[in-house]
């Protein structure tokens, strides 16, 4: 089947760096998003990887491994408005999305 | 401004009663998609449609029925049906489905239907 893991929840300091990371398995693979998510509100797409390697967008940064089946979303200068769930999604061949539970992250003052 | 609105909020209906909830978007997308959230849980795909009069059932479609006459409209009918109705739906959109990063998709506020 396919699936999505990533871990629950997170907590952090605020102006650290933390790395929130999460797998998957698909049947084919066409890129991988991470969306966050405010409590109550609509997801907003963050970032898209299709090759390996590291994508920088400001104080946000996806990786992916695609032959690991990995990606990896790290924020740095942690402000409290990150305070957020960060959602890891798949597309497969079909370019259907599958969509991770979220990692509710807590950043603590 | 280009985006995606649901209407309402927030929702209230009795068991029994059928409900539908809006979504408009003006940003030209071919595909849009329904989405439920429950609390703890990624979204779950209901339905959705790539083109006007078209649409395909996601992996939650019992219970629930939608329309595309149009192609900025693609509303979401939650039936007596459904077993239980109570989350948070979201719409959503995208530009060409076989076109990455046509996955991104553009969310509405989303609508928080109770049922009780």
């Known amino acids: 089947g396919q699936n999505i893991d990533q871990p629950t929840e997170m907590t952090a300091t605020e102006g650290a760096i933390v790395q929130i990371n999460c797998t998957y398995q698909t049947s084919g693979f066409n890129g991988l998003f991470w969306y966050q998510q405010h409590a109550g509100e609509a997801p907003t797409f963050l970032s898209y990887?299709?090759l390996d390697g590291l994508e920088e967008k400001g104080r946000f940064s996806s990786f992916l491994s695609r032959s690991k089946g990995y990606s990896y979303l790290l924020l740095k200068e942690l402000q409290m408005k990150d305070s957020a769930s960060y959602l890891c999604v798949a597309m497969d061949s079909n370019y259907q999305l599958i969509w991770g539970a979220g990692t509710k992250l807590i950043i603590k003052p | 401004d280009g985006g995606i609105t649901q209407s309402p909020k927030y929702l209230f209906r009795k068991e029994g009663q059928n409900v539908t909830l809006s979504c408009e978007q003006n940003?030209?997308?071919?595909?849009m998609y329904w989405y439920r959230q429950d609390p703890g849980q990624g979204l779950r795909l209901i339905y959705y449609?790539?083109?006007?009069?078209?649409?395909q059932k996601g992996d939650i479609a019992e219970g629930y029925s939608v329309s595309r006459e149009k192609k900025e409209s693609f509303p979401l009918t939650v039936t007596s049906a459904q077993k239980n109705p109570t989350a948070f739906y979201l719409c959503?959109?995208?530009?060409?489905?076989?076109?990455?990063?046509?996955?991104?998709?553009?969310f509405g506020p989303g609508t928080r239907l109770t049922v009780t």
């Open positions: 940003l030209n997308h071919d595909a």
């Open positions: 449609s790539q083109i006007v009069n078209d649409f």
């Open positions: 990887n299709v």
């Open positions: 959503a959109s995208s530009p060409l489905l076989d076109s990455p990063p046509g996955g991104e998709q553009y």
